[in-house]
């Protein structure tokens, strides 16, 4: 997530802006900048965009050389999600005549349009991002437009007020954004908006104050006014006065925060595998944003044309770890709806045994960081072979994306816990787009199937959220009789086999309780010789053509006098007779059952993790990304 800083009052910003920026440093950028109001002897006043790739300390440097004793100003760390990392993505953005500068967190779905428009309009772009069409709309609203004779639309009178103009360009924004704006005209003054990405405002002794987390201004004020959706926020150095859309006064509630900084930059989280579990039903909305444009799946990162994609008769997913569990799941969806081969191979593996590889070989790589050693080794040796390569990952311009062909971006945000969560659920959505733009190209599916599958795809946000909101007691409970056993069995068929190896790979890696994962048909082929009382296994069995199947298996199992934990479909009564413990999860279609399944492993790993005593964001031995072999 992007970082936000504002200031207005009596001193100076640049200092409070760079310690803002600091404190937001732990959520990841790339990118990071100030725009700073500056007052001429002739009490003219300019605005001064001082933007740098790379850490705030690089910026910190660049502003110790300028005199800028502005009392009033913005500022952005910037985790790249459309455009590269450069210094002309990076925020503050500005309006054609420099006058308007903002700074936005969050994804504007209908960028291309808006860019678009006001490029026919005569407006002059000069970044890739979608945040810039928010200066030009502001601009727009403040400074009035003339007639559009193409359009045909009237001239409209400018609002010459910037709280108003950037109210009127929020009507005409579709997506997520927390927003400060500053205007040449109006010093002093920041304008702020929000919804749905995080803004919390606040009065010190010297000035107001506005950041996208509560931990960057947490100095200056505890009392804080956290901005709801449609609320906006006048800041200037005398006080803050806040308005709805229609631009009414309202007098929202003050929270007062009494977290320390270590809470803070969790976001009131004990720890940052949970904040970020908590995240997934974001990352999900987030990673289908403008993937469906006019009905149309829209995936033109890929790299390939369509003429391209229809000649693919053979996928290779490779990755390590959980990335590779993400490639598990593909592998089912690929096949059953696209109809062609798909090989899920460790890259380790893969790079090594010479794999078959045709020019109508489609390998796609998946990494959360974006440069694991491996499979970028893979992805190289792919190439070498001509195969065409696609990336999925969580790092814009990472070595995997710079090495593919195409890429998608997960969208997840920075992943700070050392095991992945919610950059998995991000890996699982992108894959199921490629497998339906493969399926839709090969004619196994309608456009109209896909368009409702690509809806079902959205749903499992919210049901994520049901878990998240139901399901925490019995959690506790599943965990509670796991959490001294020595080893643990997870096992699914199908797509539950998936979603128990990755259930296994975040117990082992977090707990550091020794767990495997088998497919249930497997267990009379030699793990049942494990189970003997109380021995855990932990199922997945939701509604599926295998469940029936599933339940046999366990009943295997109880009859030696495992403790038995389900993942099982909400309103499934008949597995309370095997189970010892049942964790319900949303009634799913089975091939989206992997984006919901998949969080009660991880609320579970997590709360056995801490009962043992475990640092569930650090685990022993384990980087975030793996640079060697
Ligand atoms: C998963 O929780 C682990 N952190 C690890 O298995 C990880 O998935 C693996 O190292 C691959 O990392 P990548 O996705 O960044 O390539």
């Not at 725009?35 to 790379?54: C, H, K, P, Q, Y």
């Not at 190896?501 to 497997?522: N, R």
Request: aromatic letters at 6%; a negative charge; hydrophobic letters at 45%.
């Amino acid at each position: 997530m992007c970082g936000i800083v504002g200031y207005t009052g009596k001193d100076v910003a640049k200092d409070i802006l760079v310690t803002g920026l600091k404190r937001l440093e732990y959520r990841g950028y790339d990118s990071a900048g100030v725009a700073l109001e500056r007052a001429a002897a002739d009490g003219s006043v300019t605005i001064d965009v001082i933007r740098r790739v790379g850490k705030v300390a690089g910026l910190e440097s660049e502003l110790a050389h300028i005199d800028a004793n502005a009392t009033c100003g913005i500022g952005h760390t910037r985790w790249a999600t459309h455009g590269r990392p450069s210094v002309a993505n990076a925020h503050p953005h500005t309006s054609c005549d420099g006058k308007i500068a903002i700074v936005h967190n969050g994804i504007i779905e209908n960028f291309a349009e808006l860019r678009e428009a006001l490029t026919a309009r005569g407006h002059v772009f000069t970044s890739d991002t979608d945040t810039e069409v928010f200066a030009h709309l502001i601009e727009e609203a403040y400074e009035g437009r003339p007639a559009d004779p193409a359009t045909g639309a009237p001239a409209t009178p400018g609002t010459h007020d910037l709280m108003a103009a950037v109210r009127e360009a929020c009507t005409q924004v579709v997506g997520a954004y927390g927003l400060a704006a500053v205007c040449a005209d109006e010093p002093g003054v920041i304008a702020v908006a929000r919804k749905d990405s995080p803004i919390v405002i606040g009065r010190g002794e010297n000035g107001s104050y506005v950041a996208s987390d509560v931990i960057a201004l947490i100095d200056a004020t505890r009392d804080v006014v956290v901005l709801e959706d449609g609320q906006f926020a006048k800041l200037t150095p005398e006080g803050i006065f806040y308005t709805d859309a229609e631009g009414k006064a309202i007098e929202p509630a003050v929270t007062h925060i009494d977290w320390d900084i270590d809470m803070a930059e969790k976001g009131g989280y004990p720890d940052f595998m949970l904040k970020e579990i908590c995240e997934q039903p974001r990352v999900v909305r987030d990673t289908l944003v403008g993937r469906m444009t006019g009905g149309e799946l829209d995936i033109d990162e890929l790299g390939l044309t369509m003429e391209e994609l229809n000649l693919i008769d053979r996928v290779y997913v490779i990755a390590c770890g959980t990335s590779y569990h993400a490639g598990l799941i593909a592998k089912n969806l690929i096949e059953a709806w696209a109809r062609i081969p798909c090989e899920v191979e460790a890259a380790s593996e893969f790079r090594y045994r010479n794999p078959i590889i045709t020019p109508s070989t489609l390998v796609v790589a998946v990494s959360q960081s974006g440069e694991t050693a491996d499979t970028l080794a893979a992805i190289r040796d792919a190439r070498i072979k001509g195969a065409k390569v696609f990336g999925i990952t969580n790092v814009v311009g990472s070595p995997v994306a710079r090495e593919s062909d195409g890429v998608i971006y997960t969208k997840a945000n920075k992943e700070i816990a050392v095991a992945s969560t919610k950059s998995f659920i991000g890996q699982v959505v992108s894959l199921t787009l490629l497998a339906l733009l493969l399926a839709q190209v090969k004619g196994k599916l309608t456009t109209g199937q896909v368009r409702m599958l690509f809806r079902e795809l959205g749903d499992t946000a919210g049901q994520i959220q049901w878990i998240l909101d139901t399901q925490t007691d019995a959690i506790h409970e599943a965990a509670l009789a796991c959490k001294d056993a020595h080893s643990a069995l997870f096992v699914g068929r199908g797509m539950g086999a998936a979603i128990a190896h990755e259930g296994a790979l975040k117990l082992k890696e977090i707990s550091y309780l020794h767990a495997e994962a088998y497919a249930a048909g497997e267990m009379k082929h030699g793990p049942i010789a494990l189970i003997d009382p109380g021995f855990p296994v932990i199922a997945v069995a939701t509604r599926s053509p295998v469940y029936d199947k599933t339940v046999s298996n366990l009943k295997e199992c109880e009859a030696r006098g495992a403790k038995i934990i389900v993942v099982a479909t909400e309103g499934d009564e008949e597995i309370k007779q095997i189970a010892d413990h049942v964790i319900y999860i949303p009634e799913v279609r089975d091939a989206f059952s992997p984006i919901t399944a998949t969080v009660p492993l991880q609320l579970l790993a997590r709360e056995v993790a801490l009962m043992r005593g475990c640092d569930v964001d650090q685990p022993r031995n384990l980087a975030k990304s793996v640079t060697v072999e």
